[in-house]
Nanobody
């Protein structure tokens, strides 16, 4: 299973970025796609998740600013629209796909850097 992120960038506070994630390879099904992030010196934290049924979940820190969605007619691709970016959003963003109904089996991407300057 391959998970590939794209959309890295350096932006100023208040601007927007859109991250993309594509999942490919040999798997039965995807039960959801999500994003986590890790800032320097901090633990990795959840950002957003979308289930195969389209239910979305967001971390409190990004609610109202970030939106996760699937590609048009493509549940193997997901996007994270990030608006109103803040310096504290600076981190490496990792896309992951859950591959079983219990969401215990995960496949991860290599991460993509998002830097927000003040």
């Amino acid at each position: 299973v391959h998970v590939l992120e794209s959309g890295a960038g350096l932006v100023s506070a208040g601007e927007s970025l859109r991250l993309s994630c594509v999942v490919s390879g040999d798997f039965f099904r995807i039960s959801g796609i999500g994003w986590r992030r890790q800032a320097p010196g901090k633990q990795r934290e959840d950002v957003a998740f979308i289930s195969d049924g389209g239910l979305r979940d967001y971390a409190d820190a990004v609610k109202g600013r970030f939106t996760i969605s699937y590609g048009d007619n493509d549940r193997h691709a997901a996007f994270l629209q990030m608006d109103g970016l803040k310096p504290e959003d600076t981190a490496v963003y990792y896309c992951f796909a859950t591959l079983d109904p219990g969401r215990k089996q995960e496949a991860w991407g290599q991460g993509t850097q998002v830097t927000v300057s003040s």
